[in-house]
T-cell receptor
Framework: AQSVTQLDSQVPVFEEAPVELRCNYS??????LFWYVQYPNQGLQLLLK??????LVKGINGFEAEFNKSQTSFHLRKPSVHISDTAEYFCAVSPSGTYKYIFGTGTRLKVLA | DTGVSQNPRHKITKRGQNVTFRCDPI?????LYWYRQTLGQGPEFLTYFQNEAQLEKSRLLSDRFSAERPKGSFSTLEIQRTEQGDSAMYLCASNPGNSGNEQYFGPGTRLTVT
């Protein structure tokens, strides 16, 4: 079975500071990895995804993530956050050969002025 | 491309009543997914369709839940004899169907069972 762990339920950070949101996963098969963002009262929006190739993936809104196979991690980073980045962030895995996502419990990023 | 739409956006019902939600995927997306999200949790997979065929159902989908996609376009999720534990956000997503493709999510239907 697969699982996704987002250890930080909430991350407060000041505007223009860097941030890292952690994601670790467990799987006996290879997986595809995703980060989604959810703004209040909206659906989930894809930030970035890792399918194969370069382990450093760049996404929208200045976010990037690095796939680390040995540590089974896919941490999300942004060098300088804005107030508008305040939202809930979800890490998800999709085991290869399947089509469903398994989500983590989410990390609420709160950017402070 | 108008995105995935879901109706209604909010539903309040009394325990024991039946409810039905609708999802309209992005046109020509042959895969459609239903997830449930409770407060403080990530979305949990319920079921998915490829065209009109329901290919997988989670153990979360009790006998009171049924989903259909009769013509391979829109889908409905029905909950019979609702319970307070059914209160959640029900999310629908779709994609063209290649493994690894991102899923496009709708805004969700928030169900409150009183």
């Amino acid at each position: 079975a697969q699982s996704v762990t987002q250890l930080d339920s909430q991350v407060p950070v000041f505007e223009e500071a860097p941030v890292e949101l952690r994601c670790n996963y467990s799987s006996s098969v290879s997986v595809y990895l995703f980060w989604y963002v959810q703004y209040p009262n909206q659906g989930l929006q894809l930030l970035l995804k890792y399918l194969s190739g370069s382990t450093l993936v760049k996404g929208i809104n200045g976010f990037e993530a690095e796939f680390n196979k040995s540590q089974t991690s896919f941490h999300l980073r942004k060098p300088s956050v804005h107030i508008s980045d305040t939202a809930e962030y979800f890490c998800a895995v999709s085991p290869s050969g399947t089509y469903k996502y398994i989500f983590g419990t989410g990390t609420r990023l709160k950017v402070l002025a | 491309d108008t995105g995935v739409s879901q109706n209604p956006r909010h539903k309040i019902t009394k325990r024991g009543q039946n409810v039905t939600f609708r999802c309209d995927p992005i046109s020509e997306h042959n895969r459609l997914y239903w997830y449930r999200q409770t407060l403080g949790q990530g979305p949990e997979f319920l079921t998915y369709f490829q065209n009109e065929a329901q290919l997988e159902k989670s153990r979360l989908l009790s006998d009171r839940f049924s989903a259909e996609r009769p013509k391979g376009s829109f889908s409905t999720l029905e909950i019979q004899r609702t319970e307070q534990g059914d209160s959640a956000m029900y999310l629908c997503a779709s994609n063209p169907g290649n493994s690894g493709n991102e899923q496009y999510f709708g805004p969700g239907t928030r169900l409150t069972v009183t």
